[in-house]
């Protein structure tokens, strides 16, 4: 049986149409109709426009009637459009008062928040639509009320200086891919090891060996290196569709890219210039392929999010969606009209107002219920604390909605807590026991205490046995520790340069970071000095040592087990070249750092111990303290006091963690620059030492750790870390 609201009322140059669904918002497929719904609070007027593929202007414009409009939704049936040669957009009208924050313009096509596929950069670096003529919308006769002639020569004045939406148009999509039963993978959160990637940088190099390369695709081909490394969940700098050419710039003949994409065009539309088929309008597809794929193989998906800004920027940024559709809605603004910045970026999102919020976790539960993905990372997370005055507030609103809301009940919600107001909440993030934190005190205690700041060891404690002092009454799962991410150094280059070399962005090295706690290891930058090339591998094995073996959930920069390098640039947003592509070429000359990185990776999920579920230090069946900290003689430390020198110890219950047999793991770890001896604890009868990895080139396979009988002692080389495992004697 056909529903009765299926058949069309109205009637325009041959396209039929009646009112509309107000659900779902966006376009969406309804029997031979398309349903158009899209919401605005202070518009007076709306009218679609519909485009054939790629065509300068609409074939049609429709304007919705009064009575198409339910609340502050204005919603459309169309019928007979053929969604594979169809683009649409928006014009809203509405007030123009600079000084309150409107700024509706009805001749300015305006992109649908909710469009689940975006035209416009289809190929990464390829041309836009071209800019659409005032001309093309005159002569809407009957449909659009004249303007003053003055409030219009105002408003034409305005677009000079703002800018008009360059071309970005939703399209309309099928939802029929077959995800053959794949579901959301459920890893628990402290079996996970992150690996951060940016989709382009991983495979765009040549050395990468993949036939498509920079796209989703590309990561389909590297999936058996990925399940090699060990990790098992990837989190994707952003992927939502942005503009990476919103900034034309060029340093030296270079051109500069919006290459992370930290700057979103549109929240529900996977970034069509990622896609191998994007020129084809497959994105969706080899998106939903890809994270099937990768399902298919252990490794879970989380997306990297962006609802602290968008990408049009302050007053003086370009009116591609938001602002034209429900600026004051959308948006923080001050009392005169004004952007806050919050985030750096020229506009803070209203993340906080109802609509917004409603906007937000609709986005969310989209992308988990129709693109699998396991978990969200929030950038500037702290932003989502604010109220629409800019006050950070104890309970927001929206955090505690997707903390209990039923779609995303089992995915993993991470945060960045702070922002670029100044407001940092790591340790006081407002989670509802949901949400996990980049742990940027875990990063930079490591870095200071390895580069030699002996003061740093009584919190390094703390870090390694899981940030109870920042997370009692949680789990160690809710930190997520890392040692590099995209922003900043990369490990390399952590142990390569003193300061940034940030020239080659343009912008005199005044951006990026400066306090990086790196240290060069005698020489900035390339080197042919085999010591402190040694050195620099040593102090790069130290830090991840100290990452995997300590509580909490890793996160690993990729490139970073090749010895990836931006040749000291921390700041590499804008670079897409060699600087950021990942050169493959690493896995050779790095090789026995990568077989190392592997082993520590396999030695971490090998033992349950190291990502123990609770806090818990006290003695186990083993007879032994779960966890416990060591001079360089064992049960003698002062854990106020600081010292480049300590061991750490780790009793694995066979009983509480399921495993065949008790075992004692034991980290020496010497930041000196002089060599120490360290005393090695008693083991009960039948036990002896087994070398696992040594900072100094070596490092066995789980299963496989170098049988070292039982020594008294061991002495550690200047800069180096030592892992031991007993095991009972076969």
Request: hydrophobic share 35%; charged share 25%.
């Amino acid at each position: 049986m056909i529903p009765i609201d299926s058949f069309p009322t109205k009637k325009l140059k041959g396209i039929e149409y009646k009112a509309g669904r107000v659900f779902p918002f966006g376009a969406s497929i309804v029997h031979d109709a398309v349903n158009f719904s899209i919401y605005s609070t202070e518009a007076t007027g709306c009218t679609l426009l519909l485009y054939h593929k790629g065509a300068e202007k609409p074939f049609v414009k429709i304007p919705f009637p009064d009575e198409f409009r339910i609340g502050d939704v204005f919603t459309m049936m169309v019928f007979g459009l053929d969604i594979d040669d169809l683009e649409y957009a928006y014009l809203m009208d509405g007030p123009y008062d600079e000084k309150k924050g409107q700024c509706f313009d009805k001749e300015n096509p305006l992109l649908d928040p909710y469009a689940k596929a975006v035209s416009g950069r289809a190929v990464w670096g390829g041309e836009m639509h071209k800019y659409l003529d005032e001309s093309d919308y005159t002569g809407l006769e009957n449909i659009l009320e004249e303007e003053p002639e003055a409030e219009y020569v105002k408003r034409r004045q305005k677009r000079k200086k703002t800018g008009r939406n360059i071309g970005f148009r939703g399209r309309v999509i099928m939802e029929d891919f077959d995800w053959e039963g794949d579901r959301l993978l459920n890893i628990p959160k402290k079996d996970l090891v992150i690996y951060e990637m940016h989709v382009r940088g991983f495979t765009r190099h040549e050395s990468s060996g993949v036939k498509y390369k920079g796209t989703y695709a590309g990561i389909c081909e590297k999936i058996p290196y990925l399940k090699e490394l060990g990790v098992n969940c990837v989190e994707l700098l952003p992927i939502f569709e942005f503009d990476e050419l919103q900034n034309d710039f060029s340093v030296r003949g270079q051109q500069l890219y919006n290459y992370w994409g930290y700057s979103t065009v549109n929240f529900f539309s996977p970034k069509a210039g990622y896609a191998a088929s994007g020129s084809l309008g497959m994105e969706v597809d080899e998106l939903k392929y890809t994270i099937k794929t990768l399902h298919k193989n252990g490794i879970e998906v989380i997306l990297d999010v962006v609802f602290n800004h968008t990408a049009e920027g302050d007053e003086k940024g370009p009116v591609i969606s938001y602002k034209g559709i429900d600026n004051r809605t959308y948006y923080l603004l001050t009392p005169d009209g004004h952007y806050y910045n919050f985030s750096g970026c020229g506009n803070t999102m209203n993340c906080n107002n109802a609509v917004v919020r409603s906007f937000i976790k609709d986005c969310l539960r989209y992308w988990v219920a129709s693109y699998h993905i396991d978990g969200f990372r929030f950038d500037l997370a702290s932003i989502l604390t604010r109220n629409q005055e800019g006050a950070p507030m104890i309970s927001p609103p929206i955090l505690e909605s997707l903390a209990h809301d039923a779609v995303l009940g089992r995915a993993k919600l991470i945060a960045e807590a702070w922002d670029a107001g100044g407001l940092y909440q790591v340790g006081s993030f407002p989670s509802w026991n949901r949400f996990s934190e980049w742990n940027g005190k875990y990063r930079d205690c490591v870095r200071k205490f390895i580069k030699g700041e002996a003061e740093c060891a009584p919190e390094l404690y703390n870090r390694i046995a899981g940030s109870e002092d920042m997370y009692p009454g949680k789990t160690p799962a809710v930190s997520i520790n890392f040692i590099t991410c995209h922003d900043g150094f990369t490990l390399r280059d952590l142990v390569s340069y003193n300061e940034k070399h940030n020239e080659q962005n343009g912008e005199g090295n005044l951006d990026g970071a400066n306090d990086n706690n790196s240290w060069n290891s005698g020489a900035e930058g390339d080197t042919d000095d085999e010591e402190i090339l040694n050195r620099r591998r040593r102090q790069m094995e130290n830090l991840l040592t100290i990452l995997f073996l300590s509580r909490g959930v890793p996160m690993l920069l990729s490139g970073d087990e090749m010895g990836n390098t931006q040749s000291g640039n921390n700041n590499a947003y804008c670079q897409d070249n060699e600087t950021t592509w990942l050169d493959w070429t690493g896995l050779e000359k790095y090789d026995d750092f990568h077989n190392f990185v592997k082993n520590i990776i396999s030695f971490r999920k090998a033992h349950p111990v190291l990502r123990s579920e609770d806090f818990f230090r006290g003695h186990n069946g083993t007879g032994y303290p779960e966890l416990s900290f060591h001079s360089e003689t064992p049960w003698q430390l002062d854990m106020n006091a600081p010292t480049l020198t300590f061991a750490f110890m780790y009793a694995e219950d066979r009983k509480k963690f399921n495993v065949k047999e008790d075992s004692y793991i034991y980290v020496m770890v010497n930041a000196h620059w002089e060599p120490h001896t360290f005393t090695l604890p008693i083991l009960p009868a039948g036990f002896t030492w087994h070398l696992a990895t040594e900072s100094a080139g070596r490092s066995y396979p789980v299963g496989k750790e170098k049988d070292m009988g039982l020594p008294a002692q061991w002495t550690l080389g200047c800069r180096m870390t030592v892992v031991m495992i007993a095991k009972k004697r076969g």
